[in-house]
């Protein structure tokens, strides 16, 4: 089923591992999973939301000027190409009453709920990706992609505080038990999107598909029995898992009716993880926009590094790591150092939101379809609080937002809840509440 | 302000409060006369906060009963906590003497105690727990014969500490698909599946790393640097290995001005000995200044192009073993010739060039190239417990099969079990013949619930909140998880189906048989790598221009010792406390260097009596002392956290929200780092924890941030002198080493604590409590020895059994 056509560049380059990998499409690649309500007309959208940890030093983040006439930090001035598109938040609050540390940060970040202060077990809310992905993600093959840079197993003690690792670990969540584990390596990434075959051809795939599906099966009955010999109390696993298998056993339903047929996009696989931050954070931007370009994703979120992240920017000639840096406890050397960290964060993601802008997609560009959250789920990491949170929005929102280019302050102590209830809403998952909101945050400036 | 319950931050803030209040107090009445005076003893020192007006940490110790503390362990055993580290009444409010805190502790703990013996809660682990990443890993090593990297299929499971706690593991779609795909692999791999497509594995090498040395046991002796790696061949047929050469910042290759010799071998035999290096195909840069001509710059950028060797291999798991040969006498000493290459200097500059030696950056190892079947591996030799010839297929495959879900469900499988996967063995041999068949059955069994999953399910018609001991079978797989992190092997198998495990003689006996197996490895590296954080070791980036002498070569000498150190505790079933007072350690050369011992030499870390009192046991080691350090600077506060959350099992609190750090106005402006904790812990909020961890953190500070021992810091000599809670002074590493080594039942706790959450995954509760004494108390007559601890936790309550579903 050929939906819309776009032209793509024949050769897109990833790089990683210090080598430049060619990823050569075919021509006129179409996506192979696109379901019938896209065409060309309606452009899907796509919705990113990209995490930076331990907080945004103010004055390199937060124009002091309110509206369209604000001013361009030296964060911001990183998105300077983009100022028509950007759309700078603040006033938003983790929470409504003073909460603090870097589980909650994280933890509170797209949910608006405390997350329970345990190390056994998880407790949070349904993130704002994932409600979205309830509805954006039920034309694609994939739901929603979660993204980040480091291997959160090689950290132990990273449960912190006497909360679970789960919380500052990732920003989805799936439901308020069910954590999403994030991905660092780009061969992991490649694979769910374009799975784990040695060859790219179609009959191949459509193969391992149906037979995936016979094993699913299988899976299926085995928990159903199993569930059947267990106490209704001690299900809720188990039922997660059946869950889980059902998912992917309809979403394989999905992409055997939409053939991919060669039009496919002939990849090659990413081997390994670059040793650079940069080059690994570029990779992994890369594998995003090749998702959202291709429609295989619709949702995604991307820790460019976990929450209270010890990560030392060597690139940057820093010796510190990224988190004691930021309790800079007013030490000069250390705001400047932590600063250099966030502009440089931004920089990479101007990176990404140029090469959006470069993509063509239907009758604009993948930047003019999408929104692209960027963020920090604390407010001043120094005192370990959650006002005021960092946050900016970006891309053209597929028709569904009439202007960029401002700058907007929201009272004080408004959830950020409230801006993420009003984004479900705009984007077609409609909800009364969401996680902490009190109420529907004012987009009127700009839908 | 909340305070959190167990957080002693802040309580100073209260204290004049307190005291108004307690002069309120009455004395509670109806405590019998063998209490009475420890109702005095807790109105006088406790209940002045702790009391139903302030509720301080949530506890009203006036409404406790004193005379039936078994009546409220959720509150008692909190106490007993506090009372044990002496950490309450905190300072300056007055504390009881020494014999009246143990007179107190003992009185409430004998009572906990037989309490607990006539109402026994073993606590619930989930019910489904599902198999971590290390667990499946391990798995399939010991179902299949496979060694699988378990970190490139599977992704990282959340840590409340430890990484195996059944609440939190759970299943999203995201994590299904992985384990589909997973499956599918391992399943193809395993039978060695005639059409598995040519592959590429990268095996990087750290530039940090001084190749200065023959680098492994496993690489022959007389070679210099390089690398050997186990690495699976999954069939027979034709494989390429490249190597690829550290290169300087602009790419040209190191070290080839001179000729070199590259030895390839598999499993210990040479495929091939390549000469490189040493060409000179125009002119070459020189002491003139002159840059090298073009064709030169060429070679200079390629010399590694022809570092490739095609063989033939036959399938299978197989040591590949890449080094130089070493062309120069020992007497030259490690690092001759090349130029030492330390974090400080990063990456080599175009101009070493000159004179260094090449290292190896990267091996490559990529096939099969023209698949000449599936040969004879472990694996298949593990499956295939028969070939079918003709009609008995069907037969065949329900053995395979049966014998597979087996030990992989942990229990004896019946029609039901198998008849599911025996279709999909003939959806898979309808397609593919037989072996495909078997394939496909593996690849669900691996994906199957009863796999994936240990079922703990209760035993029918039990009322709720009854403690019930656990199958022999359930028995088994917790305590293959425990020791191996994986599946009962069969003797443990048959002895739970026969019914056998409860009989504490054979109990015993299993333990002792699997501690003795190379599999317990498992407890040095999933239980203490992340009890005593060892893991992060591999993610510290000491700086370079503080520490110069760091390199990639100590931080994994660092690491090989704690790991063998480790090993060789338990292995020998030294007493836990060893941990603390060891006299020996294991060093090679390079970390003998570092420790100031000499007469050591070459790459091979072995056993060695340590002299220097200050680097006896686990504090002295350079792991743990690099761990809890900043990149620039040691931190008092980690150690002395480190100490105390890992050693002696306090929990510490993390710091109050919105209390910000010591203004420093400019680093050093306000004296020595122990002045600035000083003023710091005056501040009251931070005091009640800091006064816990700085003392012993202000013992390490005779070593830096990587552990090397020092006497003065920026001209400044260091005061490791302290004085803990209970008012004792220490004065540096070995004197507060012999103050823990004196009250090891301390240590022991924390480590039986840590064990026993790590034995059940789960977190520990306060019935747990009485548990843990038992297996200490008990353990003090085999001198706390580990395989006595080990073994009280196979015994004991929680571990044997289980409390059904909650009303």
């Known amino acids: 089923m050929m939906i819309f056509r776009k032209s793509i560049p024949r050769r897109t380059f990833i790089r990683g591992l210090g080598a430049t990998i060619a990823l050569p499409f075919l021509d006129g690649m179409t996506p192979a999973f696109a379901g019938p309500l896209d065409t060309a007309a309606k452009p899907a959208l796509r919705l990113g939301y990209v995490y930076v940890p331990n907080g945004i030093i103010r004055e390199r983040w937060l124009p002091t000027k309110v509206g369209t006439d604000f001013e361009m930090t030296d964060c911001l001035q990183q998105w300077a190409p983009f100022r028509n598109q950007l759309t700078v938040l603040s006033g938003l609050d983790g929470g409504p009453q003073f909460v603090g540390g870097h589980p909650r940060g994280s933890g509170m970040y797209l949910t608006g709920v405390d997350p329970k202060k345990s190390l056994n077990d998880v407790l949070d809310g349904v993130s704002v990706d994932q409600a979205a992905a309830r509805e954006l993600g039920k034309q694609t093959q994939v739901d929603s992609l979660q993204l980040c840079i480091e291997d959160a197993a090689e950290i132990a003690g990273q449960a912190l505080g006497g909360y679970n690792a789960a919380y500052t670990n990732t920003i989805s969540w799936r439901t308020p038990t069910q954590p999403l584990a994030m991905e660092y390596r780009p061969r992991a990434v490649f694979e769910r999107l374009f799975g784990d075959g040695d060859s790219m051809d179609p009959e191949a795939r459509l193969a391992r598909m149906r037979r995936d599906r016979s094993v699913l099966d299988f899976v299926s009955e085995e928990t159903t029995r199993l569930l059947a010999d267990l106490g209704a109390s001690d299900q809720t696993k188990v039922n997660e898992f059946l869950d889980a298998v059902r998912d992917v056993e309809s979403r394989i339903q999905r992409a055997e009716a939409s053939p991919p047929s060669a039009d496919l996009p002939q990849v090659e696989r990413p081997i390994g993880v670059p040793s650079a931050y940069e080059d690994h954070a570029r990779l992994m931007f890369d594998l995003l926009l090749l998702a959202y370009q291709g429609d295989m994703t619709r949702v995604s979120t991307f820790m460019l590094a976990r929450e209270y992240s010890e990560l030392v920017y060597t690139n940057l000639n820093h010796t510190e790591p990224h988190h004691p840096l930021t309790h800079h406890r007013g030490v000069e050397w250390r705001i400047q150092q932590a600063g250099e960290v966030n502009v440089y964060h931004c920089k990479l993601f101007a990176e990404f939101l140029a090469k959006m802008r470069a993509t063509p997609d239907g009758d604009g560009s993948l930047l003019d379809h999408s929104i692209l959250f960027y963020g920090a789920g604390m407010g001043d990491a120094d005192i370990h609080n959650q006002w005021n949170l960092p946050v900016a929005m970006l891309g053209g929102g597929a028709g569904r937002l009439k202007r960029g280019g401002i700058h907007i302050q929201y009272p004080k102590g408004t959830p950020f809840a409230n801006f993420h209830l009003s984004l479900l809403n705009l984007i077609g998952a409609p909800t009364e509440q969401f996680g902490n909101s009190t109420g529907p945050a004012d987009l009127s400036a700009i839908v | ?807």
């Open chain 2, 1 to 807: 302000m909340k305070i959190s319950v167990g957080c002693i931050c802040g309580v100073i803030l209260l204290g004049a409060a307190c005291l108004q209040a307690a002069q309120e107090q009455s004395p509670s009445s109806g405590a019998d006369a063998a209490s009475s005076q420890y109702r005095s003893v807790i109105n006088r020192y406790c209940a002045t906060c702790h009391n139903g007006k302030l509720k301080t940490a949530d506890l009203d110790l006036n409404a406790a009963d004193i005379a039936n503390p078994g009546k409220a362990p959720h509150i008692w055993e909190k106490v007993v906590t506090k009372l044990r580290f002496r950490a309450m009444p905190p300072d300056p409010l007055p504390r009881p003497d020494e014999a009246t805190y143990n007179s107190l502790v003992n009185y409430l703990t004998t009572e906990l105690d037989q309490a607990s013996v006539v109402n026994r809660n073993p606590g619930r682990p989930a019910t489904a727990h599902r198999l971590n990443r290390t667990q499946y890993t391990n798995a399939m090593r010991d179902l299949l014969g496979l060694e699988i990297d378990g970190a490139s299929l599977l992704p990282a499971d959340d840590s409340g500490g430890f990484d195996n706690l059944g609440e939190v593991l759970s299943v999203s779609p995201v994590l299904m698909e992985r384990y589909l795909s997973a499956a599918r692999k391992i399943s193809r791999l395993a039978v060695g599946n005639p059409s598995i497509p040519l592959d590429s594995a990268n095996y990087p090498v750290s530039p940090y790393l001084v190749q200065g040395d023959r680098m492994s046991e496993d690489l022959p002796f007389g070679t210099r640097g390089g690398v050997a790696i186990r690495h699976h061949f999954p069939l027979d047929g034709e494989y390429a290995i490249k190597v690829r050469l550290l290169r300087t910042a602009d790419g040209y290759v190191l070290g080839i001005a001179e000729p070199h010799f590259l030895d390839v071998r598999l499993d210990g035999s040479r495929i091939k000995l390549i000469q490189f290096g040493g060409e000179h195909l125009g002119r070459t840069a020189g002491a003139d200044g002159l840059e090298s001509d073009f064709q030169q710059k060429e070679y200079e950028r390629n010399a590694d192009a022809g570092l490739v060797v095609r063989i033939p291999v036959k399938a299978g798991a197989r040591l590949v073993q890449v080094s130089f040969l070493n062309e120069r006498s020992a007497s030259e000493g490690l690092f001759a010739k090349r130029k030492r290459l330390t974090l400080q200097d990063a990456l080599p500059g175009a101009n070493d060039l000159q004179g260094s030696d090449p290292d190896v950056s990267r091996v490559t190892i990529s096939g099969p190239y023209g698949a000449r079947g599936s040969g004879e591996t472990a694996s298949r030799q593990k499956i295939f417990v028969c070939h079918p010839s003709g009609e008995d297929e069907q037969s065949c495959a329900r053995d395979i099969l049966a014998g597979l879900a087996r030990r992989a469900y942990r229990r004896p499988v019946g029609e039901r079990d198998l008849s599911p996967l025996l279709k999909l063995y003939e959806a898979g041999s309808s397609e593919g013949g037989f072996e495909a068949g078997i394939e496909m059955a593996l690849q669900g069994l691996l994906v199957s619930p009863h796999f994936l999953f240990r079922i703990e399910s209760e035993p029918s018609r039990m009322p709720p909140e009854t403690a019930y001991a656990v199958s022999d079978l359930v028995l088994a797989s917790r305590l293959s998880f425990f020791l191996w992190a994986s599946v009962p092997d069969e003797p443990l198998l048959r002895a739970a189906e026969q019914g056998k495990l409860s009989d504490p003689a054979v109990l015993e006996q299993q333990v002792r048989r699997m501690l003795a197996d190379p599999r317990a490895r498992n407890l040095v590296d999933d239980f203490a790598g992340q009890w005593l954080l060892l893991r992060n070791v591999k993610t510290k980036t000491p700086n370079r221009d503080v520490y110069p002498e760091f390199d990639e070569n100590l931080r994994q000498a660092f690491e090989k010792e704690t790991e063998l150190f480790l090993t060789s505790m338990i292995r020998e079933d030294q007493p836990v406390p060893e941990l603390l007072n060891a006299d020996y350690t294991f060093m090679n050369e390079r970390l003998a260097k570092f420790y100031d011992v000499s007469g050591i030499y070459g790459s091979h870390l072995r056993r060695v009596d340590v002299q220097d009192e200050n680097r006896r046991g686990i504090l002295g080691q350079g792991s743990v002392l690099l761990l809890t350090a900043y990149a620039n600077r040691t931190s008092v506060v980690q150690r002395g956290k480190w100490v105390l959350e890992n050693l002696l099992g306090v929990q510490v609190p993390p710091p109050p929200a919105n209390v910000p750090g010591l203004k420093e106005k400019g680093e050093g402006g306000l004296g020595t780092l122990r002045q600035q904790m000083e003023a710091h812990r005056a501040n009251p909020a931070c005091m009640g924890c800091h006064s816990l961890m700085d003392p012993i953190g202000f013992a390490l500070e005779n070593f830096d941030g990587i552990g090397k021992w020092r006497t003065a810091e920026n001209g400044a000599p260091i005061d490791p002198s302290g004085t803990l809670l209970d008012g004792t002074e220490f004065q540096g590493v070995t004197e507060l080493r012999q103050l823990l080594h004196g009250r090891p039942e301390l240590l022991v706790h924390a480590v039986t604590e840590k064990l026993l959450m790590y034995a059940l995954g789960r977190t520990l509760e306060h019935y747990d409590a009485p548990a843990i004494r038992g297996i200490v108390r008990d353990s003090a007559a085999s001198d706390y020895r580990w395989s006595s601890i080990i073994l009280g936790i196979a015994q004991s309550t929680p571990f044997q059994m289980r409390r059904t579903r909650p009303l």
